[in-house]
């Protein structure tokens, strides 16, 4: 099989690549390992590699990227701290886009794409088992983080994979070998029995919601399978959900007592942070300096933990970086929404399904965690977006070769 198209040393970048993906839901200073040599051989073979050139389809995707980090890079300007401003920018904007960027140097084959999403979804099932591991072990006390030690990363994460196998599964024309069969239903339920052993309620609350659609949207893709998983996620459902604790974490959804009432006092304080600065924000990696500091007068007497974001990525843009980082924020992903929603509807294109729910889950969960200050999972997020994004034109080219009627 060719994995790639050129020379040794791409061939090495797409090993160390793969290496990432394995590591992207297990390790972090792993990861961070395989991501530093990427980018000392991209450093290196620049002169080879040097022959980046975005299609036609992709160009708008690039342009909202650059339109966000244009907004980012005002608000670090801005941000009364340049240093640390310019060093979140290069590690949000350069750092954790490195991967998604290699990949269209490369430009793999689409077999190779699908060994790195196969490397990903590998990741997310190892962490799974991690966290299955856990509750297994009796820690239903205590919501389960997973390997990276926070049960919202790994909430995180089911955000992005779980969608992603839920479409696999519901999909015949993908053609995958026949041990995907039984390795991705496993996958499935591994991250499933993650999901409700983590216990992280906007998790469950996004997730529902995009299930509901990619099921709604299976029934025209393959009715029997629609109705088979379906079956399936309401009796695991329904069984987890019968244990006292899982009761408990769902009923304090909508109890006021609960600690959750920390986070409204937060996003209050966050709005009175715009209020104040409402055109580049308190600046780029300002957040927790300012919040934190009593002087200035945000913190609500009330607030007991020392935080460093606002647990919103919609509230943490507008207080950290103003009308401008927002309207960059809320730019990109509605673009990028828009586009997924037409490659679904009008090619029909399995891809930009999983794209679209993939985003829509993180998107949802984020009005109660700011996942731009995750570097685990934003570097997952763009990596995948980037795989998912190839194998999307990879599939539009295929379909537009076919014979009509074939």
Known sequence: MKILHTNRSEKLIFILLCFFALSACLSIAVNNLFLVLLLLFAVLEFRRLRTFAVSEEH????KAILLFSFTMFLSALFSGDLVTGLGRF????VYRILPLALLFLLRPSDKSIKILLGMLLLSFFLASVYVCYGGYAGNWSQRIAGPFGHPMTYAGFCCLFLPVLAVTLLEKRLKLPSYCDFLLPLFFFAGLAGLLLNQTRGAWLALLLVFAYILVQGFHINRKRAIYITSLLLLVTIAAFQTPMLQSRLESIADKRMR??????LWESSLKMFDDHKLFGVGLGQFGKVYNDRSLGYKHPDARQPLRHAHNNFLHMLAENGLVGFIGFTAMFAYFLLESFRGWRR???????MLLGMMAALLLQGFTEYHFGNSALM???WFLFGVLLLLQSDWDK????QPQGA
Do not use: C, H
């Open 398 to 401: 295929r379909e537009a070769r």
């Open 347 to 353: 090619r029909q294109n399995p891809y930009s399904l």
């Open 90 to 93: 290069i590690d949000m904007f």
């Open 260 to 265: 959750g009432n920390e986070r409204l006092i």
């Open 59 to 62: 160009k708008g995707y690039l």
């Open 379 to 381: 570097k997952t997020f």
